[in-house]
């Protein structure tokens, strides 16, 4: 079967359009409907069918989507294993997987240090799923995640830093002594951050104790969080040193915590591979440099 077969097939199951495919692999779109159809033909299945705006994928399709994912990554990393790779010439696109807190803490220095030595280079970021991350690293989906959560799997890890949470509090946030204590925290409302992004160390001490906070909104993003916690009476748990740096610009001030939380240990991960292609390679060592 014809490789870019199973590339279109990838990419549709991925979009959901005929659109962004013929986009993303730099055809028309009457060539995506036409190599469709071919795909149609060989596996004797409709594989995708119009659901509203998106193409749906027919329960066969699930079936391969990761068996097709998984050996097109292997042909791709076993072709890559074998090509030089030079950074001041390549225009390769690498996958990285970040929270939104990983995003505003660590992107700009990768950026400046990748761009200095390959400015062709993409970088697409692949925004956290901590419950899929050890999956996506061992089908290759991403080359590498920056994560703030243990993940198993047999993965090349390297540790970043170690950090405290705090407390985030407006700054005119009234408080009975010097520190804020348990009564107090447990009275507040509170910004819950989802513990999809992987932050979980203070919801499990939280569990161990029995403290139950009063949850007045849920988000997804720690960015969001100086917005509204500097307008209202809300408590959010983030890591001191990007809540040290709202301090700069936004109403805010920081307490400990009224409870112990072990540090959250930030780590950097590499993709699973048998034979490391030179561009990954190069890839994790610019990482590594770009935030020693």
Not at 110 to 130: D, K, T, Y
Not at 131 to 154: N, R, T
């Amino acid at each position: 079967m014809d490789l870019n077969l199973l590339r279109t097939f990838l990419s549709v199951y991925e979009t959901g359009s005929l659109t962004l495919t013929a986009r993303a692999l730099f055809v028309t779109q009457p060539s995506v409907s036409h190599t469709l159809a071919r795909l149609r033909q060989e596996l004797g299945d409709e594989l995708f069918v119009r659901g509203g705006r998106r193409m749906e994928p027919t329960p066969l399709a699930r079936e391969l989507y990761p068996v097709f994912q998984e050996s097109v990554g292997r042909i791709d990393l076993a072709v890559e294993s074998v090509r030089s790779f030079d950074p001041a010439t390549s225009a390769y696109r690498f996958r990285l997987c970040l929270s939104d807190l990983g995003e505003l803490g660590f992107l700009p220095q990768i950026l400046r240090r990748i761009s200095a030595e390959a400015p062709e280079v993409e970088i697409e970021v692949v925004p956290m799923e901590i419950a899929h991350l050890a999956e996506w690293l061992a089908k290759g989906s991403v080359d590498a995640a920056i994560a703030s959560w243990p993940i198993s799997g047999s993965f090349e890890s390297v540790l970043l830093k170690r950090e405290n949470y705090v407390c985030l509090l407006r700054k005119d946030f009234p408080l009975a002594g010097e520190r804020l204590n348990l009564a107090e925290f447990l009275a507040a409302g509170h910004a819950i951050v989802a513990r999809s992004t992987g932050h979980q160390l203070a919801e499990q001490a939280m569990d161990a104790l029995g403290i139950v906070r009063r949850s007045t909104v849920m988000v997804h993003h720690f960015a969001v969080l100086p917005a509204i916690v500097s307008e209202c009476n809300l408590a959010a748990i983030v890591p001191e040193s990007m809540a040290a740096g709202w301090l700069q610009q936004w109403p805010l001030k920081i307490e400990s915590l009224p409870f112990d939380v072990p540090p959250l240990e930030v780590t950097l991960h590499r993709r699973a591979a048998d034979r490391e292609s030179a561009a990954l390679a190069w890839f994790h060592q610019a990482l590594l440099d770009a935030l020693s």
